[in-house]
Structures are given as structure tokens and as C-alpha cells.
């Protein structure tokens, strides 16, 4: 029988041991027989448990009020994997990723099991302890760890000063505090490649080089921080998440740059929830998996279609490990839907709308009960003025919007949060306590252990899936959610496009949802809306179309192919020039719905 490795967590953020009367300590058997399992630390105002000592009986999990409290059991064996934990009771990384001198390596996996730390430890801004915070190992230790590894060689460089490394971080928001200036002052005083031009063509940064730096959107925002990592001289590039606010076109041109750098025989580390963007940018894939914020472990590289396909399967033959209960499906040929008269929820005639120097066009269209409509198109072409116009917080220039008076519920692209108030507190009570609700919104979207916490200390990704959730729970017949996976990893990325179509077809109702990420449309949506024009100046919303006619319309204006995989039969986009793309080019097909001869070769 395999011996078991106790793996204790205390969320510090959930754990409130002044209102609970230190349930966990009072109720565990071991203290009582007194063996000092659970002792509480005056100084951090926590308890702490001693992995040796506990039972793993589970009491105190379960005493605990406020679910802080995490006892999980691992193989023995795995401890010599260890490569990091922050201290006692906190999240422990078994593992870390391989990069390679001139091939990019992506990192897979959900938020909570070790992304970002590995990414620090890769980048020297965490020194691996190898499990021993309270001693943390000298460089000769850790060299001696990673001996024999393909590690080995990168933390001698890394030890040695020899490996220079430029990081873009996951959140830019607060880059502006830190520098000022226009785009184009702060990208020349960083140029140490020449490259200015090139990289700005690149990006698409020509039309705002003369802006200042705090007057610029997300995506803009997110162009100039990858760009300023592009045009630096160094031996390791690191991305973490560098798709976030960035459209489809603007995913795949990043993506291309990035592509460039590994080219100069550099190590290249990219972090990224959007399949279609990692499958087309990695050479390699590691896997992340676990208990998010309690363990983190790493597979080894993979190939990136076998390792994206893995990741879809939910489990890695190899290790013989089953990380996921279910495999994610696609559907492979959607049938086509035929609208009876009685399905009718919403129609709207031609209508513009007009704000400042922009236009908005929008064509005739209609919306029925069971329908999901993906609108897709560039950043600033109006798909947010379309929403909130369909919602009611905008009125048309010229022209109405006829929705025979149904209730709508509206998830807007930003979202501000209001002090002191709580995560239950934007819930109907008789909600969260609907048998319904609960089993196949609150829990699979993780808001349970989110409800008595203050919504202004939440996360990006936590306030995003608290936000949705709320869209859903709502008493309508149309949702509306603009960029409802901004922020989200993989998995809850695949999970919020379950609970639409769940709401939509237990509520008989219809939504319309904004999206970028090609992957999640294809999972939920079976129309399309395609916006197109010229960002920031006019736009054209197109009337809903099929999955297929929408994205075969949308890709052909970006230039772009996609295909099947033959296995998990997720969409892929094809490199630029390649045989495939230069075929489906010839015959206009922009976005294959089925397997076929040439996808095989490909």
C-alpha cells in the first residue's frame, strides 16, 4: 500500500477564527488527545496545522464555517518532486516546466496550481526552496536538485547571472503608475533591437504612438506591454497571459511576434487561456493540474496538439492520472436551426446609433427562444454599443428596438464592484438556495466558497464568474454578456459556456454573448453576429447567421483559416501559408465543420 503525503491549506482570506470560536481547534481529536495537530498563531491570527501530526480525520474541514480549511492526501512519492511553498499550510508546486532554447513552451492549466509561480521562479524573482521555507536552500543546493534535468543548465545560467529575462506580467493595469509618457517616447527609449517599426506594424500600434500612456484602453494597453518586451534585448521572454483584451486578429498577430523570438534561439515561456492562440503559438505544452490554491503539479512537455488534446480529454496516460471526471465535446456538424413564428423573443429593424466621431450601423435581425448569438469582430466596432442598446442603457440615433416587452438581464464588458457589499448580497436568496441553480451554476462556476466575501476584494476572474453568475440567475428571456470569460482560465472559460447554454435551455430563453475566444463561441453559440467596418469610426452589425456561414464570413475578413482536430474535433488555426490554409483559401472555406482527407495530412 502507497504511503500518503498530508497536504494542509488555511486560506487566510476565508479564515475568520474570531467569529468561529476556533471550531477547528476545539473539535480535532488530536488536540484533545493532547497531540498539538492545530495551534493557533497569535502573530498571524490563523491556526496552523502540523501535517505530521494530523489524522486527516477531516473534522475541522468540516467544522470550519467559512471553508478555509483544506486537507488533501498525495503519494509519498511525489514529495521529492517538490519545488516550492510559501510557508506553512500554503499552496505547495510539485514540479516545473522545461523550456528549450529557440521553441516556445506553453503553460496549460487552471488559475490557482502554479502558473504564475513558475513563471517567477523561471524569471529569478522567486528562488525555488524546494519545500524548506523556514531553511531555504543556497544555489548549490538547488543545482544538485536539478541535476541530471534539463533544468540543470538553465538554473546554472540563472545562478550565474548569465541568462537575461523580461517578464510581461499578468496584469498591466498598473504599468501607467510606474512610467508616463506618450506610446511612442516609451517605446524608443526602450528599442535596444531597432525594431520600433517593425513591431509597432506588427501590433497595430502606428494609431496610437502620439497617445499618452494613462489615456490608453486594456488592449491597447496590453499591445504596448508585449511590444516593450519585444523590443528588449534578453535571453528569456516570458508571457503571462498576453491575450487579455486583445481581439481574434490582434491575438494572432501577438502571437506571430512572439513566434519571432524564439526564432532567435531564445527561451521563450507563454502563459495563455485561449486554445486557438496557445495552439498556434506553442511548440511544446506543460500541464498544470491539482487542487487550485492548495497543490500545483507539472507534466512533463508535450507536443502541443497531443497536449492541448490531453488537457481536453482530462487525463495523461503516462502518468496514469485522471484530472478531470469528464472530457470536453465538441460538436463536430451543428444542426442547422429552423425558427417557428411562436420562437420569436426579439427583432430589431435597421437602427444607428452615433457617439462622437463613431457610427454604428446595425442590419435587421431577430433573436429566438433556445438561440445563442456570438457576436465577434474587432475592438471598437460596436458590439458594446449593440449590447447596451439591446438592453435598454442606450437608445438608437434613429430607428427601435421591438422586445414585446420581455425581461432582459445584462452582464456589461466592466464591471465595479461596490464597497462593503457582499457576493450574496447581488443573489435573490430563493436563488442560491434553487437545488437547480445551486448544482449547475453556483458550484460548477465556484461561487459557493465566494458568497460572504466583499466583492471589491475579489479577483479579476472571481468577480468575473460572481458577475455572470448574477446575469444568469436573473428572472429573463434574453442574457446579455459582454466578454463573460475575460480573465478566466481554460477551465472556467469551458464552464461558463456550459451554464449559458444550460439557462438558455432550461429557461427556454436566447442570449447574446461578446466574445473573442474562438473556442469558447464554438462550444456554446449556434448563430453568429459579425461586426465589421473600420474600428473607432463606423461599424456594421451584420444580421445572426449559422455558426459556419458567421465564422466562415468573419475569418475570410481577417485573412485567417481554422480546421478540425481529428480527435477531439476542437477548431485550430492553420499557420499562415501553410497547405492547408493556402487550400482553404482557394475554396472558401474559412472555418471547417468536418473532418476531412486534407485534415488528416495536416
Known amino acids: 500500500m502507497k504511503a500518503l503525503v498530508r497536504i494542509a491549506v488555511v486560506d487566510i482570506d476565508f479564515c475568520k477564527p474570531s467569529k468561529c470560536n476556533k471550531e477547528c481547534i476545539r473539535f480535532c481529536p488530536m488536540v484533545r488527545s493532547n497531540a498539538e495537530a492545530i495551534r493557533f498563531d497569535e502573530e498571524k491570527n490563523i491556526p496552523i496545522i502540523s501535517e505530521n501530526l494530523c489524522s486527516g480525520c ?3 474541514v468540516k467544522k470550519c464555517p467559512y471553508d478555509a480549511i483544506k486537507i488533501v492526501n498525495l503519494p509519498d512519492e511525489i514529495e521529492e518532486d517538490c519545488v516550492h511553498r510559501y510557508g506553512p499550510n500554503s499552496f505547495k508546486l510539485y514540479r516545473l516546466p522545461v523550456p528549450r532554447e529557440g521553441v516556445v513552451l506553453g503553460l496549460l492549466g487552471p488559475n490557482g496550481t502554479g502558473k504564475s509561480t513558475s513563471l517567477k521562479i523561471l524569471s529569478g524573482i522567486i528562488k525555488p526552496n524546494l519545500g524548506n521555507y523556514e531553511s531555504p536552500p543556497d544555489w548549490k543546493t538547488i543545482l544538485r536538485f536539478f541535476r541530471g534535468t534539463e533544468l540543470y543548465e ?5 545562478s550565474e547571472r548569465k541568462l537575461r529575462i523580461i517578464l510581461k506580467p499578468q496584469y498591466i493595469d498598473e504599468a501607467p503608475k510606474n512610467i508616463s509618457g506618450t506610446v511612442r517616447e516609451i517605446l524608443k527609449r526602450i528599442d535596444e533591437k531597432g525594431k520600433f517599426d517593425e513591431v509597432c506594424d506588427t501590433l497595430l500600434l502606428k494609431s496610437i504612438l502620439d497617445k499618452d500612456i494613462h489615456h490608453l484602453s486594456g488592449g491597447e494597453l496590453q499591445r504596448v506591454a508585449i511590444a516593450a518586451v ?55 505544452v506543460c500541464i498544470f493540474y491539482g487542487k487550485p490554491g492548495v497543490y500545483g ?20 496516460p503516462d502518468e496514469n492520472m485522471k484530472f478531470r471526471s469528464y472530457s470536453i465535446t465538441f460538436d463536430l456538424s451543428p444542426i442547422p436551426n429552423e425558427w417557428r413564428p411562436e420562437d420569436l423573443l426579439l427583432r430589431w429593424p435597421s437602427f444607428t446609433k452615433e457617439i462622437g466621431d463613431f457610427k454604428l450601423t446595425a442590419l435587421p435581425g431577430e433573436i429566438h427562444k433556445g438561440e445563442i448569438i456570438g457576436i465577434v469582430g474587432p475592438n471598437g466596432i460596436g458590439k458594446t454599443t449593440f449590447v447596451k442598446i439591446i438592453s435598454g442603457e442606450l437608445q438608437p ?40 441553480f445551486k448544482e449547475e451554476i ?47 482560465d481554460v477551465e472556467n472559460r469551458l ?66 483559416t481554422f480546421r478540425r482536430d481529428p480527435q477531439t474535433k476542437r477548431p485550430r488555426v492553420n499557420k499562415k501559408g501553410s497547405w492547408l490554409d493556402r487550400y482553404q483559401k482557394e475554396i472558401n472555406e474559412y472555418y471547417y465543420t468536418e473532418i ?5 495530412k495536416a
Open 596 to 600: 476531412t482527407a486534407e485534415d488528416l
Open 397 to 436: 440615433t434613429q430607428g427601435y428596438i421591438e422586445n414585446f416587452g420581455i425581461n432582459i438581464s445584462y452582464k456589461p464588458q466592466y464591471i465595479f464592484p461596490e464597497a462593503n457589499k457582499k457576493v450574496r448580497d447581488y443573489f435573490d436568496p430563493s436563488v442560491i438556495e434553487d437545488p437547480w
Open 58 to 60: 477531516g473534522i475541522c
Open 442 to 488: 453556483i458550484k460548477p462556476l465556484g461561487i459557493e466558497l465566494l458568497l460572504d466575501r466583499r466583492v471589491d476584494t475579489l479577483s479579476g476572474g472571481e468577480l468575473q464568474k460572481t458577475f455572470v453568475a448574477v446575469c444568469l440567475s436573473k428572472d429573463a428571456k434574453i442574457f446579455l454578456l459582454d466578454e463573460p470569460t475575460a480573465h478566466l
Open 230 to 284: 519585444a523590443l528588449r534585448n534578453a535571453d528569456v521572454y516570458i508571457f503571462d497571459e498576453p491575450s487579455s483584451y486583445l481581439d481574434i486578429y490582434q491575438r494572432l498577430k501577438m502571437a506571430s511576434l512572439i513566434r519571432d523570438l524564439a526564432k532567435e534561439s531564445k527561451y521563450v515561456i507563454v502563459a495563455e487561456h485561449d486554445l486557438a492562440v496557445l495552439d498556434y503559438l506553442s511548440d511544446y
Open 495 to 560: 464552464n461558463v459556456a456550459r451554464c449559458i447554454k444550460r439557462i438558455v435551455e432550461k429557461k427556454n430563453a436566447a442570449a447574446f454573448v461578446v466574445e473573442h475566444d474562438i473556442v469558447t463561441i464554438d462550444l456554446m453559440a449556434n448563430s453568429i453576429m459579425v461586426f465589421s467596418g473600420e474600428p473607432g469610426k463606423n461599424g456594421i452589425a451584420n444580421p445572426p447567421t449559422s455558426l459556419r456561414k458567421g465564422m466562415n464570413q468573419f475569418l475570410k475578413e481577417l485573412g485567417i
Open 154 to 158: 538553465y538554473f546554472k545560467k540563472l
Open 297 to 316: 503539479i507539472i507534466s512533463k512537455p508535450y507536443g502541443v496538439r497531443v497536449g492541448i488534446n490531453l488537457y481536453i480529454n482530462g487525463y495523461l
